[in-house]
């Protein structure tokens, strides 16, 4: 039986495709994932899938998926593209920084190295910022 992500509720965890991302990011990114899942609770299309920063950028659908890019604009060419735009809603000493769009649609997740990427992903589940990136992504009320 062949899978179905639906553009609209499936959001994409997006890591850098590098040897440092590929080993310290993405353990983060499927963390994220079995979080977003249990938040899910069994409702029909709503999942998360763990990609990488190329693939992201070279599929023509790509920018219809929510998406949470985990890792720095320096491994993640994700990131790299979007955390400019991105309003900065937790920065702790220039080494921590979980971003996101007002609309929720696009979040970046990263630090300056290992320990800073980690307390961002962790802040943001933590603080209930997963909470209304998925409210807004799903449009639960």
Known sequence: MPRYFDLRSTVLIVVGHGLLPEEEDRPLA??????????AAGAEGRTAVV???????????????PAIAIGGPAVNEFTEEIYGD????????????????????????????????????????????????????????
């Open 30 to 39: 499927y963390d994220l994932k079995r979080e977003i899942t249990a938040r």
């Open 86 to 141: 991105l309003p900065g809603l937790v920065t702790r000493d220039h080494e921590v920084f979980v971003q996101m769009a007002p609309e929720g649609k696009r979040a970046a997740l990263w630090g300056m190295h290992e320990a800073g990427t980690r307390e961002a992903v962790e802040s943001f589940q933590r603080d209930g910022l997963l909470e209304r990136f998925l409210d807004l992504a799903w449009r639960r009320e």
């Open 51 to 65: 990609v990488t920063d190329v693939w992201l950028l070279s599929q023509e659908l790509g920018e219809f998926f």
